[in-house]
């Protein structure tokens, strides 16, 4: 950084004496003159400066630090998360599997086979008449339904167009 005493950013005031006016019909122009040229003077032995005091680093928390610990616990979360629901995905299939089995013992125990019991062949068997009347058969109807349709009203149209088998 350059301070305004640092000798190593020289800087050149304009002065009166550089700038030379000149006066021409078309108005007054200026002229620069080219400034000085910087001669170094041989300096005599300098006093030495005092000595610095020393300085002590400053703690620098760099932004990757705190981004690594904020995506270590991110990380942790979702790993937390995905845990929980794979525990709670295994505790409904068990959940299921249980009641699936209870399910296979309930039909398993209806199913079973128990004996009849014996048909009771010391009372005569007596058929009854049923109460039903009688199915009385019907013609099919094969007529077409009256409609609007012109090829509906004519009922041997389709017959007569067919060409014969040969």
């Known amino acids: 950084m350059d301070t305004p005493n640092s000798k190593y950013s020289?800087?050149?005031?304009?002065?009166?004496?550089?700038?030379a006016v000149q006066s021409s019909p078309r108005g007054v122009m200026r002229q620069k003159s080219p400034p000085p040229l910087a001669t170094?003077?041989?300096?005599?032995?300098?006093?030495?400066?005092?000595?610095?005091?020393?300085?002590?680093?400053?703690?620098?928390k760099l932004h990757t630090q705190q981004?690594?610990?904020k995506r270590a616990m991110f990380n942790y979360s979702v790993a937390t998360k995905l845990y929980l629901?794979?525990?709670?995905?295994?505790?409904?299939?068990?959940?299921?599997?249980?009641?699936?089995?209870?399910?296979?013992?309930m039909l398993r125990k209806e199913m079973i086979p128990r004996a009849q019991l014996m048909p009771l062949?010391?009372?005569?068997f007596f058929p009854q008449r049923s109460n039903r009347p009688l199915t009385v058969p019907r013609e099919p109807s094969?007529?077409?339904?009256?409609?609007n349709c012109s090829t509906c009203s004519e009922p041997y149209t389709f017959f007569n167009t067919m060409k014969p088998i040969k």
């Open 142 to 147: 094969f007529h077409f339904a009256s409609s």
């Open 40 to 60: 170094k003077k041989p300096s005599l032995v300098s006093p030495k400066s005092p000595a610095k005091e020393n300085t002590k680093p400053q703690e620098i």
């Open 121 to 124: 062949f010391d009372r005569p």
């Open 67 to 69: 981004r690594a610990v």
């Open 85 to 105: 629901l794979e525990q709670q995905k295994k505790q409904v299939e068990k959940l299921q599997k249980m009641i699936e089995e209870e399910e296979i013992r």
């Open 10 to 19: 020289p800087k050149f005031a304009k002065t009166s004496s550089q700038i």
